[in-house]
């Protein structure tokens, strides 16, 4: 059904709600993960353009997701990851689409409105643009 499934990851506890069940979800379809994480910092969003040097966020955020890839590997499944640069709605689509993904895994944290306003909505530009089905689980509170 889902042979590959990406899964965007924001390096929050938020994964914690989202990592288990797209575990689950992965078992049960024999389907590969590809954990993807976009860097949204200054150097991040300028990295190629200004030939700058990784930064200790992009470093922290690519050994995070090794860590996640090696934790679900031991688990039985086959998983690889990807660090993007950029904006996060457009860099979760445009990965998905290079990759063949046929599904995309995320977190929902419930905004409304003004949060949305404040924070944004990452998932609300994915769902409007992806062609491929949502798989989207609440994070927890706090």
Known sequence: MFQKILVALENTRADDS???QIQKLASLLHSELL???VADGWVARNFNQLKLAESEEMKSDRRYLES??????ES???VSFHLALGEPATEILKTADAEH?????MTTH????IG???YG???ENVRHKATVPLFVVRASPK
């Open 18 to 20: 989202l990592v288990p």
């Open 35 to 37: 954990l993807v994480h």
């Open 101 to 105: 993904c046929d599904l995309i895994a």
């Open 110 to 113: 419930g905004h409304r409105l």
């Open 68 to 73: 996640i890839a090696r934790r679900l590997r």
């Open 121 to 123: 909505s990452t998932i």
């Open 116 to 118: 949305d306003i404040i």
């Open 76 to 78: 039985g499944l086959k």
